[in-house]
């Protein structure tokens, strides 16, 4: 079965840094997501992308995310100057056409030290 | 504004005694509804979701509309149930973001 994947499995980074996390979708599919999830805390959505561009986007998906679809293979997350408050589980999700269910990624654990 | 409650954080329930999971929803359309589990160091799995009217490993779940609930149920459970389960809300427009509750662990004593 096909499976969203997501590298690296654990990112350390310094405050301030730029931190990119990267997912590749399941092939056909067409709608992309990021949620992340604070040790502790719920599940929550960050922002979703459709046709290259943003279709909605949550109040934590300031200006200091943005994703991208650089080619067509992979859908990136980019978090510019990371704050310790970033430190959480990142995880991606694509779905198919119509009401296909969002298929999630083993996730990205980002530590900001 | 959309929210899933899932009241229990915790729960523990002896093998081949029954299960249910608690979720209650607030939406102002119809949403759907979905259940996923995630078992230790795994990711995010589909278990059920209502529209699907399906049984996975065991478990069912009916959405009550009246009740504004979405409870997952299994009438025995086995150890290898023992996992983090989400209740999770999409919007009626296809392809929205999921609003997920905050989890239950659910620990199957032997």
């Known amino acids: 079965e096909p499976e969203v994947t997501q590298t690296p499995s654990h990112q350390v980074t310094q405050m301030g840094q730029e931190v990119i996390l990267r997912c590749v979708p399941i092939?056909?599919?067409?709608?992309f997501y990021w949620y992340r999830q604070i040790l502790g805390q719920k599940v929550e959505f960050l922002v979703s992308f459709y046709n290259n561009e943003i279709s909605e986007k949550s109040e934590i998906f300031d200006d200091q995310f943005s994703v991208e679809r650089p080619d067509g293979s992979n859908f990136t997350l980019k978090i510019r100057s990371t704050k310790l408050e970033d430190s959480a589980m990142y995880f991606c999700?694509?779905?198919?056409?119509?009401?296909?269910?969002?298929?999630f990624g083993d996730g990205t654990r980002l530590s900001i030290l | 504004a959309q929210r899933v409650t899932q009241p229990e954080k915790l729960l523990s329930v002896f093998k081949g005694a029954p299960v249910e999971l608690k979720c209650n929803y607030s939406y102002s359309g119809s949403p759907e509804l979905f259940w996923y589990v995630q078992y230790s160091r795994q990711r995010l799995q589909l278990l059920l979701r209502h529209i699907s009217r399906e049984s996975i490993k065991g478990f069912t779940a009916d959405l009550n509309k009246g009740e504004t609930s979405f409870h997952l149920k299994k009438p025995f459970a086995q150890e290898e149930d023992s996992a983090m389960y989400y209740c999770a809300l999409r919007g009626n427009f296809g392809n929205e973001k999921l609003t997920f509750g905050t989890g239950t662990r659910l620990t199957i004593i032997p």
């Open positions: 092939s056909n599919h067409l709608y």
């Open positions: 999700a694509s779905s198919g056409m119509g009401d296909q269910p969002q298929h």
